[in-house]
């Protein structure tokens, strides 16, 4: 997973319109997955749209809204408020220098922020999305083939798994195939926390993942991105 390295010259050349801020998470996931995994999740998918629509790609936000995992060893988070603040300092600053849309590429479902965000930014005309949405995740499950849902499959399952194991081996460790772990209904997940609902910070299915199942989600995903850019009226 690298870091766009295009240079000044190259986005003057290419003088996009629309930008992707991958946003993902510092937070546990499980002992199969690193700290960094929505972030990564993040950068493949943002990677995959670039590589497919004339967007620009900046770096990630690798820290966000990760508090229902508490304390769990080296989850790190920063309030709703400094990621709003954030997000839209960084666009401003796309506006400055000509980019008036950008599409946020999240891959951490707690940063539940990000929708106001974008309802704020698009007061007077389109010009920000949300990316995936829930539409777009279950599309993707289905076109791929997942046995989970996006209820039970949460957190370091099936889905996540896959991504990884397809983008990016390297960072999915020895295990997974051992780590399901159903989480039930959860309804209090946002009073007492993960925790309240797995020993092991999984929740989910990863013995289903396969590398091919991740490329069908990223594909699936990428196809979808396309009625982001209309609704942004530059496709």
């Known amino acids: 997973m690298l870091l766009p390295a295009i ?22 996931h499980g002992a199969h997955l690193p700290l960094i995994t929505d972030t990564a999740i993040a950068c493949i998918i943002a990677g995959e749209i670039a590589a497919a629509y004339p967007v620009l790609q900046l770096p990630p936000i690798t820290m966000a ?14 309030s709703a408020r400094t990621l709003h603040a954030v997000v839209n300092d960084i666009a401003a600053s796309l506006e400055a220098s000509g980019i008036r849309k950008i599409v946020l590429v999240n891959a951490h479902g707690g ?17 920000m999305t949300l990316f995936p949405q829930g539409r777009e995740w279950n599309r993707s499950r289905e076109r791929a083939g997942l046995v989970s849902d996006a209820h039970g499959d949460m957190h370091a399952g099936e889905i996540e798994t896959s991504i990884l194991l397809h983008a990016e081996p390297s960072l999915v460790r020895e295990g997974y195939k051992n780590a399901d772990h159903d989480g039930g209904e959860r309804p209090f997940l946002l009073t007492h926390g993960m925790k309240a609902y797995t020993d092991t910070g999984v929740i989910g299915f990863p013995s289903h993942a396969s590398p091919e199942k991740g490329q069908a989600v990223l594909a699936s995903l990428v196809d979808d991105f396309a009625l982001h ?6 496709a």
């Open 229 to 234: 850019l209309e609704a942004l009226g530059v």
């Open 7 to 28: 240079t000044t010259t190259d986005v003057q050349e290419q003088d996009p319109r629309v930008a992707i801020l991958p946003i993902g998470s510092y937070e546990q």
């Open 65 to 78: 809204c990760s508090h229902e995992h508490g304390t769990w060893p080296g989850t790190v988070s920063i």
């Open 111 to 127: 940063n539940y922020v990000l929708s106001n965000i974008v309802q704020e930014a698009n007061l007077t005309e389109p010009r």
